[in-house]
């Protein structure tokens, strides 16, 4: 008898995020390609979609609604014709009902890639934070297993629910195969960016810290052009007032958007580093891409950053004190520019790191997850 783990893709059929969307992707294709003999992956997707196609992916379950339905529907209970059996769920979006995991070996775990929802409710719409609300409710209730992707996170995560020791961590890690295009140099000319830059990853949301990277940077007196990878197309203005603000020219700033993984490689490979300002609770996708292509990486002090890139980059400030990360963020950026030995060392030990973040390795402790329960 073959034991089939179903894993929830609303997110290939209608993304919300595209790191949501890549994670749920290269998790599910991992774990098809790592399955124990025995054992299959299968999928459940809200309606739509049809074109959808997974390599390894034994069966496809598509619910009667669509994803936005399917997540109104779920958040009350109404979970008719998921199957039963082990449901895996790259985001917080699950069928959570009660189940018996003893008798009936049904299983319900999900991922919580930040906590966002818990520290920023501001920065999401009341419909949003209210959902996210909900359902860690519901998986307080029924879930057999939360997955973070930090132990800092799986800490931090503690105080806002009690879920006892069903918390597990499990990091993603950069998509499979993520390295420098051989079209590299097009992509930017298409870009129209500089071939070297500061690479900021960061929004315009008040927990993104932007006026801290751009403060430090005009602070460092580094004249470097600046490329933020993770803007919007209407947040432009808001960034170039931003950094005008500061004392930085308009012109040596770039905001570009809606970024390919071969797009995001392309100008990761001409960053002379990447500057991460954030101190929210959640897995730095940006920061583990740098690391996966050896960019050197200047971060401020928090315990994710600490967590994820170890000795692997710079990690700046105090961790209890953010009112001076500007002034830490610009004496690392000197530090890392400080010679072309010490950008070539940041680099060689930023490449290394990189090897600890695979989806092989997450697919597996997945699998080991599963069978503990």
């Not at 595209?18 to 054992?39: H, K, N, Q, Y």
């Not at 199957?83 to 009936?104: E, Q, W, Y």
């Amino acid at each position: 008898m073959t034991v089939l783990l179903r894993v929830v893709l609303d997110q290939l059929v209608s993304p919300t995020d595209p790191d949501l969307a890549m994670a749920s992707r290269e998790l599910a294709g991992a774990l098809a390609r790592s399955a124990p003999d025995g054992c299959a992956v299968g999928a459940i997707v809200p309606s739509g979609g049809d074109d959808l196609r997974l390599p390894g992916i034994a069966e496809v379950r598509r619910m009667g609604m669509g994803r936005r339905e399917l997540a109104a529907a779920w958040q009350l209970g109404v979970t008719a014709g998921t199957g039963g059996g082990l449901i895996h769920s790259p985001t917080l979006l699950a069928p959570f009902a009660r189940h018996d995991r003893i008798n009936d070996h049904d299983q319900i775990v999900v991922t919580l890639w930040d906590l966002q929802p818990w520290e920023n409710p501001d920065e999401l719409s009341r419909t949003a934070h209210a959902w996210y609300k909900g359902m860690l409710k519901r998986a307080r209730k029924h879930a057999d297993a939360v997955v973070v992707p930090t132990h800092a996170m799986a800490d931090r995560l503690g105080e806002f629910v009690d879920l006892g020791a069903r918390v597990r961590v499990i990091a993603g890690a950069a998509p499979t195969g993520f390295r420098v295009p051989g079209d590299a140099v097009g992509r930017r000319r298409a870009l129209a960016v500089p071939e070297a830059f500061l690479g900021l990853a960061v929004g315009t949301a008040p927990s993104a810290s932007l006026p801290v990277a751009l403060a430090a940077v005009a602070q460092s007196g580094v004249d470097l052009p600046i490329v933020v990878i993770d803007g919007q197309a209407d947040q432009e203005p808001t960034i170039v007032e931003l950094a005008e603000a500061v004392g930085i020219a308009p012109n040596r700033v770039h905001v570009r958007f809606d970024l390919s993984a071969d797009d995001r490689a392309a100008l990761l490979d001409a960053s002379v580093l990447m500057l991460a300002p954030s101190r929210r609770s959640g897995f730095p996708w940006r920061v583990v891409e740098a690391l996966a292509l050896g960019v050197p990486v200047v971060a401020a002090a928090s315990a994710d950053h600490r967590e994820v890139i170890v000795d692997g980059g710079l990690v700046v400030g105090s961790p209890t004190d953010d009112g001076q990360d500007a002034a830490a963020l610009a004496d690392g950026i000197l530090q890392a520019l400080a010679s072309d030995a010490a950008l070539a060392r940041l680099g060689v030990l930023s490449g290394d790191r990189g090897r600890a973040f695979t989806w092989h390795d997450a697919a597996a402790r997945v699998w080991q997850l599963h069978a503990d329960l």
